[in-house]
């Protein structure tokens, strides 16, 4: 059973930082992309950052420049660094793995999500 477990989330006053870290507990399992998600209030989710297994990321527009995501593949740990934080990056932010135990189809998974608020 796959379990990702997220923290560093919390409240922060805009222009602060924040860094969150993720850590899937797996065996045999191979993992592909490694991402972050974010939910508003009253939105829907939507991906904020993604890294890859060989480290190629990409960004939402909305977080270019502020935030950089990174991966410790010996730690099965990604992490979202997030500076300059705005009060619009308040949402949950969901940690999301893409892949498989071995010889399994790649799927996603998906952390309980941790709470950022940025006031202003």
């Known amino acids: 059973q796959v379990q990702l477990v997220e923290s560093g989330g919390g409240l922060v006053q805009a222009g602060g930082s924040l860094r969150l870290s993720c850590t899937a507990s797996i065996s045999s399992f191979s993992i592909n992309n490694m991402a972050w998600y974010r939910q508003p209030p009253g939105k829907q989710r939507e991906l904020v950052a993604r890294i890859g297994s060989g480290g190629t990321t990409n960004y939402a527009e909305s977080v270019k420049g502020r935030f950089t995501i990174s991966r410790d593949n010996a730690k099965n740990t990604v992490y979202l660094q997030m500076n300059s934080l705005k009060v619009e990056d308040t949402a949950v932010y969901y940690c999301?793995?893409?892949?498989?135990?071995?010889?399994?189809?790649?799927?996603?998974?998906w952390g309980q999500g941790t709470q950022v608020t940025v006031s202003s």
């Open positions: 999301n793995i893409y892949g498989a135990p071995y010889g399994a189809s790649s799927r996603d998974y």
